[in-house]
């Protein structure tokens, strides 16, 4: 297989559809649900690039086909100069142990009948085949490492409350040292002041292991604390990536900006001067978006694009376009110039 | 003006004083409620903020019969609703009391509506069960309620079951057949963690102008300080079934007092610093309501306890007119404070 770039990860132009529900012989649906439109990003060793977005606008589809759980309609995957999209089942499982994925809820991603230190030495034992001694040094060790107390060992999963169970999750992740770890909302479900130390242990444990994250996440204060650059998603497509100070500062497309003055602030002060950038109306459903640009339906600057640049948003899509260093915006306001 | 900067001189409409709600469960005694006071005044928004298991939910819902007894015990020296004490209420007058005097929004619209009835005709039914209204003219004002609430083609969602809206349209139908009685209090339950960041801002801009509107009081429950900052007028801060500390939203988040409090505000991650720093954490967790500490139940993560604070349950102390908290040494402090400088 061709060697690409210096990349760990690589997404090229990757679709990934789904067939409509009732679709089939005697359906005469025809919206298939694009969930990942022309997706293209790279991502380097040691690198974290936060993936955001509202709900239904493709992030975990687009983590998913990277670890090659869902298959692609069309572009391609390459993880460390290997292509994913083009390898059979049995290749995939090979490079797999590489990628590995944090879940959301931890609990129901761990087998409840499994005592805790049976969950992590998993791993080691069917992928490694470790036994004896040398498998419970390793699992000792990496409960060390995701800093569990050796006693919850033999705690069942719903035994440990949700931050333990979520570095118990981390640990079995860890196991075959991968080189990049897709986290899909890993501290959603878990309370405020539990969601800070396993962010801090995910960014200990990136400086120690040089691991790549791919972290996907709807809080955005979230993703900023642990984010190198960030992609905004929006309808399965990109709207606009940079560095991630470039997002939180100078973000450009309608929609970031908008996403943006929507977070709330733990501040009355902020509260009651910050209005937010209103934005009407919810996301368009991805088996019917819109023709041209996919934000038109709720975008504030449609007029000004109209009026000044002649561009017809509901008509012309927008390319990803580079606006400096590292951050590239899908909106018309920028393509023109 | 707000009613953010006048309302501790207002009477209280809704007045809770001791109340305790414990679960009899195989496994043991849950003290999900541990004896909790507080007010609302006539519109006013109070914030109840606390983390999963600190018994926010449970204590707004116990006080209107929507916690089911048993297995629940309920007991609290009152809870008077602008001179009706709903504590001594049986089940057939509570439930008079809900829809009527307390409206709910919940988390989950979809769990509160019912899925085989359309909306219109279940909020038709809260304006003919409690306002004594029947047949067009309700079903008129449930179509004005869907409008009210910002949906703009009304007469379809009304003809819509639960199941073909989207959840920001679930939860404002919800938010219309919570207010289509009438109450005088709304409590609305964590009712925008399922959304979309930029569908939370509508739903939070509409619950307050509609407060605004009706001069109803808020009762709003939520695990998010950065919610709750843009809406409350006070915050109730809870932990292990107690509110260890009560203030004004400008104090809650401008001079938080309790260990509990400062933890939790420091550990958000904050959009606005400008160079970011490793996000300080709170050890441990919190502690098994079957199992509480005997004395204060922050005391095994707190940073600043005593010797007293592991056998001693700390009494409240005022620091201002409308600003009080539970902690025994903070409330020392703060008196060594006064004192040097009275002298």
Redesign the interface.
């Known amino acids: 297989m061709n060697k690409r770039g210096t990349a760990l990860l690589e997404v090229s132009d990757l679709k990934v559809q789904f067939a409509p529900r009732g679709s089939g012989l005697w359906s005469n649906s025809k919206g298939v649900v694009r969930a990942v439109d022309g997706v293209s990003l790279t991502l380097q060793r040691g690198e974290t690039l936060g993936l955001v977005g509202e709900s239904g606008c493709g992030k975990s589809t687009l983590g998913r086909a990277v670890l090659g759980l869902v298959g692609a309609a069309s572009g391609s995957v390459w993880f460390d100069g290997h292509e994913i999209t083009a390898m059979s089942n049995r290749e995939v499982r090979r490079i797999r142990p590489r990628i590995q994925l944090v879940f959301q809820d931890a609990g129901a991603a761990l087998n409840p009948r499994w005592r805790a230190r049976d969950l992590v030495a998993e791993p080691f034992k069917i992928h490694l085949r470790l036994e004896g001694v040398v498998l419970q040094q390793r699992v000792d060790a990496m409960f060390e490492t995701v800093g569990l107390d050796l006693a919850l060992g033999k705690r069942f999963p719903r035994e440990l409350s949700g931050g333990q169970r979520q570095r118990v999750g981390i640990a079995r992740a860890l196991a075959l040292e991968p080189d990049l770890l897709v986290c899909d909302e890993p501290t959603s479900a878990l309370d405020l002041s539990i969601q800070a130390q396993i962010i801090n242990l995910l960014q200990d444990l990136q400086d120690q292991l040089r691991l790549s994250y791919l972290f996907i996440a709807h809080d955005l204060g979230v993703v900023r604390q642990i984010s190198d650059r960030v992609a905004v998603m929006y309808l399965g497509k990109i709207v606009e990536m940079a560095t991630r100070d470039r997002i939180f500062e100078e973000a450009r497309h309608p929609y970031t900006q908008s996403l943006l003055s929507a977070v709330p602030v733990a501040d009355p002060e902020h509260a009651s001067t910050h209005g937010w950038k209103g934005m009407s109306g919810e996301v368009p459903s991805p088996s019917s978006p819109p023709r041209g640009c996919n934000f038109c339906t709720r975008c504030g600057s449609k007029g000004e694009v109209e009026n000044r640049l002649n561009i017809d948003c509901d008509m012309t899509e927008p390319e990803l376009i580079s606006v400096g260093d590292l951050h590239e915006v899908s909106c018309h306001l920028f393509s023109a110039n | 003006m707000s009613t953010r900067h006048h309302s501790a001189e207002k009477a209280a409409l809704l007045e809770v004083r001791g109340l305790h709600v414990e679960f009899l469960t195989p496994e043991g005694l849950v003290h999900a409620v541990n004896g909790v006071d507080f007010d609302v005044a006539r519109g006013e928004s109070l914030a109840i903020v606390g ?2 298991g600190s018994g926010k939910t449970v204590a707004a819902m116990a006080l209107v019969g929507l916690v089911p007894s048993p297995p629940a015990r309920i007991r609290g020296e009152r809870a008077v609703l602008n001179g009706l004490n709903l504590l001594a209420l049986d089940d057939r007058k509570l439930s008079e009391v809900r829809g009527s005097r307390i409206g709910f929004v919940f988390q989950d619209p979809l769990s509160a509506l019912n899925p085989v009835l359309t909306i219109g005709r279940q909020i038709s039914e809260v304006i003919e069960r409690h306002l004594n209204i029947k047949g067009g003219e309700a079903k008129k004002r449930a179509v004005d309620w869907l409008v009210r609430v910002g949906i703009a083609d009304s007469q379809d969602v009304a003809d819509s079951f639960p199941l073909q809206l ?1 959840g ?2 679930r939860q404002r139908a919800m938010i219309a057949m919570a207010l289509a009685g009438e109450p005088e209090l709304l409590i609305a339950d964590e009712p925008t963690t399922a959304l ?7 739903i ?1 801009d509409l619950m307050l102008q509609l407060r605004d509107d009706l001069g109803m009081a808020l009762v709003w429950i939520s ?10 007028d006070r915050v109730a801060v809870m932990y292990a079934g107690r509110i260890v500390e009560s203030a004004s ?2 104090d809650l ?2 001079r938080p007092v309790h260990p509990y409090t400062r ?3 420091s ?6 610093a400008e160079r ?1 720093s ?5 050890p441990g ?2 502690p098994d309501p079957m199992a509480l500490p005997p004395g204060c139940a922050y005391f095994p993560r707190c940073g600043i306890s005593e010797h007293e604070c592991e056998a001693r349950v700390p009494v409240t102390t005022s620091i201002s007119s409308s600003h009080w908290i539970a902690c025994t040494p903070a409330a020392k402090e703060i008196e060594v404070a006064e004192r040097q400088g009275d002298e």
Request: glycine share 14%; charged share 15%; no cysteine.
């Open positions: 983390e999963s989207s920001g349209m979309d960041v930029t569908v939370q801002a509508q939070v695990h998010d300080l950065g919610v709750v900052a843009g809406l409350a939203a400008q988040y401008g933890g939790l505000i550990s958000v991650p904050d959009l606005r970011l490793r996000l300080a954490t709170i967790g919190t």
